[in-house]
């Protein structure tokens, strides 16, 4: 019989084997979203069953050691290789893949507040402490809670997909976020000093926050500088103590640290260029004297410094200093400064949140990606991020139909986190993870 099929064109089959090809791709990804999914939505009764496990039990800074367990046994479970007990409870889960790529790092903190929790929980926290001389109770009044569960959740939907895993998971569970305890050290920097960057270096840091400032289902972020740094001082100015009625017999300290307030606030308005970034300096608390007659020998002054930019930061401390001891000179006082570093600039690296934007998107959904104004709180996460590029983000955890610039804020006895919040932020961490390994695979190769 005679073949009457046209011959056909090598272009034509170059066609036919790109478009079979691109048709098992689509396919694959398909599949792999679909399994994706499946294990997001597997995991979501843990996840919820260990947020109230945790919330019911909570610790104060450098003193997690249940949750701590709880996480690293987990993990354990999952087959990683695990170290405990670094700067103090914290914990830190490796889980490589079987394909070559990056290092990617996930950090929860799992650290509560002396907070007595006002909420009606089933699960609500009835634990005490006595913190600082005050018996008080201990509340996840932050969502740290939510932080750990969600990040035990993403560790086991990334174990159950390491064949498929281009590159390494560093899981990292935090202690101390809040601060450590008088007289410790703690928190991101400890967990840095005591080497977690040297056994493993990242080549990038994520990190999530759970906020009542947004909705459920809503995330936000920032690129470039986002959370402000945090630091204290401490100003003693030094007088002579004198009758309130003979001033000129000794030298008011008094008088001169009113001095010294608008001097120091005039640092920000007068002398930084926040042109470039914003800066706040606050006084909290002065104190001196104990009658209305009597001039008192000493006034003691603290207050908390807030910042955008690493130079300035520096600029700021100096000028403290010069301010505080000049204007006490004039008077004829002494002052005693010291500048207490506390966290640095939270910096979302530019171009990797521009890279990760789109898994932000793909997990929420373009319109439910917030860009965020700054904010002047400050997260530990920022010592991370002066080592490794690295993109933190925050998680609506207010529930939906409720206004959200209303809720009880973080930190406070009635802070709600909305437990249909966590499904979202198990999904944001993993498909970070996921993204970026995929997106870098080849550079390791």
């Known amino acids: 019989m005679k073949n009457t099929l046209r011959p056909i064109r090598p272009t034509s089959i170059a066609f036919a084997i790109c478009a079979a090809i ?193 909705n459920t289902g809503k995330i936000g972020y920032r690129s470039g500088p986002f959370m402000a740094s945090a630091d204290s001082f401490e100003i003693a100015i030094h007088g002579t103590q004198t009758h309130g009625s003979t001033p000129w017999n000794g030298v008011d300290p008094i008088s001169a640290a009113a001095q010294v307030v608008t001097g120091v606030n005039h640092i920000i308005s007068r002398q930084i260029d926040i042109t470039k970034e914003p800066a706040i300096v606050s006084f909290g608390k002065i104190s001196g004297g104990v009658r209305n007659n009597i001039i008192p020998e000493k006034v003691e002054m603290v207050g908390t410094i807030r910042n955008f930019d690493m130079d300035n930061r520096q600029q700021i401390f100096d000028k403290i200093k010069h301010t505080a001891t000049h204007i006490a000179a004039a008077s004829g006082a002494t002052a005693e400064v010291e500048i207490n570093e506390g966290y640095p600039v939270t910096i979302n690296h530019p171009d990797l949140t521009e890279q990760m934007l789109p898994s932000l998107n793909k997990v929420a959904g373009e319109d439910n990606v917030l860009v965020l104004p700054k904010i002047t709180g400050a997260e530990d996460f920022s010592f991370y991020a002066l080592e490794v590029p690295s993109v933190f983000v925050f998680l609506g955890g207010t529930p939906q139909g409720q206004d959200a610039s209303k809720a009880p804020s973080n930190h406070s006895p009635y802070f709600f986190a909305d437990e249909k919040a966590l499904p979202l932020g198990t999904a944001t961490l993993t498909q970070l993870a996921l993204d970026y390994m995929a997106s870098h695979s080849n550079n390791a190769q």
């Open 22 to 214: 691109s048709s098992l791709s689509i396919s694959a990804n398909a599949n792999a979203s679909d399994t994706l999914t499946k294990q997001l939505k597997d995991v979501e009764k843990s996840v919820v069953a260990w947020r109230r496990d945790i919330h019911q039990h909570p610790e104060l800074g450098n003193r997690e050691t249940r949750t701590a367990d709880i996480a690293a046994t987990h993990l354990e479970k999952l087959g990683m290789q695990v170290e405990r007990n670094i700067g103090y409870t914290g914990v830190v889960g490796i889980l490589k893949g079987e394909l070559p790529g990056p290092t990617v790092m996930l950090r929860a903190d799992m650290d509560a507040l002396p907070v007595t929790e006002k909420v009606d929980l089933p699960f609500a926290s009835t634990q005490t402490t006595n913190y600082r001389g005050v018996d008080v109770g201990i509340m996840h009044a932050c969502g740290h809670d939510t932080h750990v569960a969600m990040l035990m959740g993403a560790a086991e939907v990334l174990a159950g997909m390491k064949a498929e895993l281009h590159g390494t998971v560093m899981f990292v569970f935090q202690p101390a976020e809040e601060g450590a305890p008088k007289g410790e050290e703690g928190g991101a920097e400890l967990m840095l000093k005591e080497g977690i960057f040297d056994k493993h270096k990242p080549d990038v840091a994520f990190g999530l926050h759970i906020t009542s400032g947004l």
